[in-house]
């Protein structure tokens, strides 16, 4: 190793020039760490030159760089360990290929899933109400919304007529692209809950083979189903949009329930009954998805 020391100050004055010369044969080498991250590439690490002032500083090959210095950067990935194209110590991450997108690399952060739901006190999961037209899909997600904020959890609703006002107002109601609204909702679903968010997905989802490929996105019990068992003929009495009326004058094409079938859920965590001689209020149903939340501990860290 060496170290840089300084012979000569280049802008003293002449009358100054014997206390400069004093003051700098006195000066000890000075040591010079100079941080080296490879994701910088700079090659150099914990070195100590010794030069005049205006001559080029000497370092040591990055091949002698500290465990302590490398610990430091933290940008240093495992991936870059063996030798790649002729060039010792590196290698290229192996990259994904998902759908039609190609030579993408998933980038893990330090703070996790985990750290998020400490911090919110609560547990990140998807909600997911699934039902005719009419049969409150909506009234309950605002209810079951508003009865978690009261206990002081976080939660959002991505509600199916909301989503297509913006992320999804490019897709129809025809049968492929419907099946594309469902599956958008459930990869943003499963990033809210990822965030430690409590999601309220409220959507018709008229198709077992949609919602099930919704659930498979989320570790097992993350994903609650809710069906609102509500008789076809409760729901078009209801008719709160007018628009079983336009489906049965022929001005609505492919409408669940109407010209489209419904496959009702067979296994949900939560069915709630509705009938047109004993409907329950949209709290009293909140209460009753709150309570199997609080069973099944989500409501906590």
């Keep these: 190793m060496t170290s840089v020391g300084i012979r000569s100050l280049s802008l003293c004055k002449s009358s100054?020039?014997?206390?400069s010369e004093a003051l700098c044969a006195k000066l000890r080498p000075v040591k010079v760490s100079i941080l080296n991250c490879k994701c910088k590439k700079m090659g150099i690490c914990g070195?100590?030159?010794r030069s005049n002032l205006?001559?080029?500083i000497k370092a040591m090959d990055a091949s002698k760089t500290t465990s302590d210095?490398?610990?430091?950067?933290?940008?240093i990935d495992d991936s870059l360990t063996t030798d790649y194209d002729g060039f010792p110590g590196k290698s290229t991450p192996k990259m994904s290929t998902v759908g039609n997108s190609t030579?993408?690399?998933?980038?893990?952060c330090s703070v996790e899933k985990s750290d998020r739901q400490e911090l919110l006190k609560q547990k990140g999961c998807v909600i997911w109400i699934t039902g005719l037209s009419g049969s409150g899909k909506s009234t309950l997600a605002c209810a079951l919304s508003r009865g978690l904020h009261a206990r002081g959890k976080l939660t959002y609703i991505l509600d199916g007529d909301n989503v297509r006002h913006g992320l999804n107002s490019d897709l129809s109601f025809k049968a492929q692209d419907r099946a594309e609204n469902i599956r958008r909702i459930g990869e943003v679903a499963k990033l809210f809950a990822d965030a430690g968010v409590i999601c309220i997905a409220s959507l018709i989802s008229p198709y077992g083979k949609d919602r099930d490929a919704c659930r498979a996105l989320l570790p097992e019990g993350d994903f609650v189903e809710v069906f609102m068992d509500v008789p076809l003929q409760v729901c078009e009495?209801?008719?709160s949009k007018g628009l079983y009326k336009l489906a049965r004058a022929g001005k609505i094409k492919g409408f669940t329930g109407v010209?489209?079938?419904?496959?009702?859920?067979l296994n949900s965590e939560i069915v709630l009954h509705q009938r047109e001689e004993m409907c329950d209020s949209p709290t009293h149903l909140a209460e009753v998805v709150i309570s199997y939340l609080e069973k099944k501990r989500y409501l906590e860290a």
Excluded: M, Q, S, V
């Design 54 to 56: 205006l001559e080029p």
């Design 103 to 108: 030579n993408i690399l998933w980038h893990k």
């Design 237 to 239: 009495a209801r008719d």
């Design 16 to 19: 100054d020039l014997d206390f």
């Design 259 to 265: 010209d489209d079938p419904y496959e009702p859920p």
């Design 47 to 49: 070195g100590e030159t």
């Design 69 to 75: 210095i490398n610990g430091g950067c933290n940008a």
